[in-house]
């Protein structure tokens, strides 16, 4: 089990400043202009070197001690900038945190240092994963408060901090949150089912939070607006463990609606001659 | 009250091909990758012209005869390329679309004549306001069959899409639709929030369609994540004439998160050095 989420907010108090943040801020924070157009902050695409040994790992994992491996080099976690009224939200992204760490994925997010980013970006960095931060350059002051946690590119606007942290991920996953959290992930699910990706979607559904969303989905399905295999896209659980390992299976069970090739998204790395998915 | 939508489409089956298609789809069209970088094909700014005279006619247009006026040039309307399972969704489209004729309210919209897109569409052009269509190449051989319907202008990418949809309306509302629709409504209610615009938004919940996104939002606040006066962003109603109504009398009632100076959206047409609204 996860220490609560007050335990580990009393521990941050006490500790996080002195051994939390092994990243340097500083390094990319210092001269925010020049960051504007830099490219890849993570100069290893992990996702690519893993990509055979995860495959095989996928199939025989719960046989063995060792944590599971997983088939993600980089997950993007949507969550809010707030830590919503209850413990139970900060719990789940402690959770996630962990989840991520033990299975050696690298943390997306929106780059703040508060709220529920704040947290899971905090705990998957102590966790000796990297964690990159994706965010506007008119939402710094507001959303990082005193340090900022892990590597942090700064961008011009929201597209491109969506458009940034789809290329960097491999998957999405989204924590309880307000409009933008919802926003975020409505958009990659609508990009998976226009064909834009393939990669999975996840909706970690803390103690029922996204309920409305998914009877909103269905009734989306029943009324003739959504096809009944894109309802599939989402994929939700009530835990993260659980969710990550949905995730791990999930493979796209509908049929795109223009194929990826026809897009030209030059923001995620591909145009008229894509490469990688 | 307007015809209903089985009605309507015989008409159009039989007639809108002879009298319905005013504007000259080619001409816009007939270029596709010239138009990529086109900046405004409404050369006048009708908002800025009107934005005086509608302000004072707003509070005594239901004491004369004459068609309400209006506060807003252009609205963009967000819905889906399917028309739903029951005739209702049809009718609220051609509904609205009336609505927007009697205001002399030109219509921004996603650029597909079938479903939903189509049939709005189709009656504000045969109304005898303009239509603008806003659609990535990717999705013309999808969205648009036959004949396209107004003015189009051709974008490569989904964030290109909506800026421009953004740039050009001066409010916006969502019909019934799917993932597509719910995420460029939770997209423009999040830009509001963050002060990057401030221009209403309405949801026109047909028949209780939209009510769990309702109940989400409630949930949301309920739970800290979204604050109560961004609560009140969404304005909502069941009818297109209680609506516009509604949106005509909206302010914004909410703490912007950030000014919308600190935001460097070139794409909606203000930078570090803003103009309008």
């Known amino acids: 089990m996860p220490p609560s989420f007050e335990a580990a907010k009393d521990t941050r108090d006490n500790t996080a400043h002195k051994e939390g943040r092994r990243a340097k801020p500083g390094q990319l924070l210092s001269s925010t202009a020049r960051l504007l157009h830099v490219h890849d902050p993570f100069p290893s695409p992990i996702r690519r070197e893993r990509g055979g040994a995860a495959e095989e790992a996928m199939g025989d994992s719960a046989a063995t001690d060792a944590p599971p491996s997983s088939r993600f080099g980089r997950i993007c976690v949507f969550c809010g900038s707030n830590a919503g009224n209850r413990a139970v939200f900060g719990?789940?992204?402690?959770?996630?945190?962990?989840?991520?760490?033990?299975?050696?994925?690298?943390?997306?997010?929106?780059?703040?240092?508060?709220?529920?980013?704040?947290?899971?970006?905090?705990?998957?960095?102590?966790?000796?994963?990297?964690v990159l931060g994706v965010i506007p350059k008119a939402l710094m002051p507001l959303e990082i408060s005193g340090a900022s946690v892990g590597e942090v590119k700064v961008v011009s606007d929201m597209h491109e901090r969506k458009a940034e942290m789809a290329r960097q991920a491999d998957a999405f996953i989204a924590l309880p949150g307000g409009y933008g959290t919802m926003e975020e992930l409505l958009e990659m699910i609508t990009w998976s089912q226009l064909g834009?990706?393939?990669?999975?979607?996840?909706?970690?559904?803390?103690?029922?939070?996204?309920?409305?969303?998914?009877?909103?989905?269905?009734?989306?399905?029943?009324?003739?607006?959504?096809?009944?295999?894109?309802?599939?896209?989402?994929?939700?659980?009530?835990?993260?463990?659980e969710l990550l390992t949905k995730m791990e299976r999930y493979t796209r069970s509908h049929q795109e609606v223009a194929p990826r090739t026809s897009w030209e998204m030059s923001e995620l790395g591909y145009g008229k001659t894509p490469e990688g998915s």
Not at 110 to 116: A, K, M, Q, Y
Not at 205 to 228: H, P, R, T, W
Request: hydrophobic share 40%.
């Open 91 to 130: 719990d789940a992204a402690l959770e996630l945190g962990q989840g991520l760490v033990s299975r050696g994925i690298e943390l997306v997010y929106g780059g703040g240092s508060i709220g529920l980013m704040g947290l899971i970006a905090q705990t998957v960095l102590d966790g000796g994963c990297r």
């Open 196 to 241: 834009i990706h393939d990669k999975p979607i996840g909706l970690l559904n803390v103690d029922g939070y996204y309920d409305s969303l998914l009877a909103l989905f269905d009734k989306g399905a029943a009324e003739g607006f959504i096809k009944s295999d894109c309802r599939q896209i989402i994929v939700s659980a009530p835990t993260a463990h």
